[in-house]
């Protein structure tokens, strides 16, 4: 394994086992307190008070890598996330469950990614690495090498499923799902889905084969839940999806389609409409809001409903897919966390930043007995830079909550 893969994944591990090292379960007495200014900080030296210097922030690693209340994924390369991703999700360093298989697909290709992500929920299990140019580095062999797939009955003995048009790596006994086109594809995996569970799923969640900012909330909810992502034109559904779903087996499966009428018109949706058991829409006016949306929804078992405090995130570029993608089997474990998305390095949109206030933790009288939120910052500095950073961990900061004492 490189060396900066490894130094990145080290410090990682570190940060992420000392945050879960000081959390503890909720109390009765903890609630949400109002939103508050939370102005971005500049970082400053703990002894000086001065700013802190590139060479100082980097020797030391924080608040880059982690601060009180996120956790870095260091990385400018979405290849090097998804390995990341993968062995925070699951250490090979020390006693644990390794994934019964792993999912190779291609480092440009977002829609095979999106749709693979359904296969990293459980009872499946098996994380996304991303291969550039279709084919897997030796980055990747390692890691693949450390988290040792054996399958299981649950992935059919399979050890590496492969997505789109990627080699499949040596020594391993791989399944590939393939298609001429995403819809097609997609409709493969969760035919194939589908056998592996031996059900049918909660939910089929619909969103563009065109538009990728919209779409890959869908994949951190798919990598939580299971439910497999299917795929639509903006202004016409393809015969692959509108025929799957036509099948007896499907007919009563809800189906939720995700982004805004600019991503899928109207006359798409119509047309899901007249082969679907039950559909509804869930959007936002823009990517950051698209996702925000798919985070406090719920209808039946659909939906993340983060609507209290006390969860976990990851907070991805909108307009790096790969880099959500990569990130997918954090939601698997760990905090659970679901993706929001932010369009710029340097500033939080005023939409996340409200719905992160909304959620806030507080605690009454004692702080090591109250719930707190976690956030996984996706991508190096020039990517999410440490004052957006720092705006992230001051919304999600645990915070005093006045209470005032009535007299009948």
Same mark, same amino acid.
Do not use: C
């Given at each position: ?35 508050? *200014? ?38 400018? *390369? ?23 298989? $792993?999912?190779? $697909? ?87 889905? #589908? ?22 909330? #869908?994949?951190?909810? #798919? ?5 497999? $992502? ?37 006359? #798409? ?62 939601? %698997? ?31 009454? %009288? ?43």
């Amino acid at each position: 394994m490189g060396l900066g893969i490894l130094l990145v994944l080290v410090l990682i591990l570190a940060a992420f086992v000392a945050y879960f090292f000081f959390d503890v379960g909720a109390d009765s007495d903890t609630s949400p307190v109002a939103p508050v *200014d939370t102005g971005a900080t500049t970082p400053t030296d703990p002894l000086t008070g001065g700013r802190v210097g590139g060479a100082t922030v980097s020797s030391l690693g924080y608040p880059v890598t982690a601060t009180r209340n996120t956790t870095r994924i260091n990385g400018s *390369d979405p290849v090097d996330i998804s390995l990341a991703a993968a062995l925070a999700a699951y250490p090979t360093t020390g006693p644990g469950t390794p994934p019964a298989a $792993v999912t190779v $697909v291609g480092a440009d290709d977002w829609q095979s990614g999106i749709v693979a992500a359904s296969f990293s929920a459980s009872p499946i299990g098996s994380p996304i690495l991303l291969a550039p140019s279709g084919t897997l580095s030796e980055d990747a062999l390692s890691v693949i090498g450390q988290l040792d797939p054996t399958g299981s009955p649950t992935t059919d003995t399979t050890e590496v499923f492969t997505f789109g048009n990627v080699a499949p790596p040596g020594g391993f006994e791989v399944r590939a799902v393939r298609g001429p086109d995403p819809a097609s594809l997609a409709v493969r995996a969760a035919g194939l889905k #589908a056998r592996l569970d031996g059900n049918p799923p909660d939910a089929f969640v619909v969103v563009s084969s065109e538009d990728p900012d919209f779409a890959t909330p #869908a994949a951190a909810w #798919a990598a939580r839940s299971g439910d497999p $992502v299917l795929f639509t034109g903006r202004d016409e559904a393809p015969e692959a999806t509108i025929e799957f779903l036509k099948q007896k087996e499907n007919s009563d499966v809800p189906v939720f389609v995700l982004g805004p009428p600019e991503a899928v018109s109207a006359g #798409a949706y119509k047309q899901l409409d007249k082969v679907a058991g039950s559909i509804e829409r869930v959007s936002g006016s823009d990517p950051a809001e698209n996702s925000v949306e798919l985070v406090r929804f719920s209808s039946g078992v659909f939906g993340w409903n983060l609507n209290d405090p006390g969860h976990g995130y990851t907070v991805a570029r909108a307009d790096r897919p790969m880099d959500a993608i990569a990130a997918t089997a954090l939601s %698997t474990v760990g905090t659970w966390p679901a993706l929001l998305l932010t369009d710029s390095s340097d500033e939080l949109p005023e939409t996340v930043l409200n719905y992160l206030l909304d959620v806030k933790p507080g605690f009454v %009288t004692d702080p090591t007995r109250a719930v707190v939120n976690h956030v996984w910052i996706i991508g190096d500095e020039s990517i999410i830079d440490v004052d957006q950073q720092a705006v992230i961990d001051d919304a999600v900061e645990l915070t005093p909550v006045e209470t005032t004492n009535s007299v009948p």
